[in-house]
Nanobody
């Protein structure tokens, strides 16, 4: 039943880098926007980055200049390159795919930034 699968999370030191991947099932068609969200314990889920079918990206102010979202349409996959990681980036990161009909969510991948 899983239609979005995230991978690449893990434990890194502050200042380190991590690359997240999200592969969307081919059963999801006509995706308009894909995005990365994150949720830390006790906090609301927040938008990290989005990318449109045309390749336009948007980033939360907190990650702008440090994170880069990209896509590979042939693989139906999006990525989130995270550099200069901070402890405040620690959260479960969720992949999202938006169509005209539905929103799809992955199960999440844990990112922990700690010394």
């Amino acid at each position: 039943q899983v239609q979005l699968v995230e991978s690449g999370g893990g434990l890194v030191q502050p200042g380190g880098s991590l690359r997240l991947s999200c592969e969307a099932s081919r059963s999801i068609f006509s995706i308009n926007v894909m995005g990365w969200y994150r949720q830390a314990p006790g906090k609301q889920r927040e938008l990290v980055a989005t990318i449109t079918s045309g390749g336009s990206t948007n980033y939360a102010d907190s990650v702008k200049g440090r994170f880069t979202m990209s896509r590979d349409n042939a693989k139906n996959t999006v990525y989130l390159q995270m550099n200069s990681l901070k402890p405040e980036d620690t959260a479960v990161y969720y992949c999202n795919a938006k169509t005209a009909w539905s929103n799809y969510w992955g199960q999440g991948t844990q990112v922990t930034v700690s010394s």
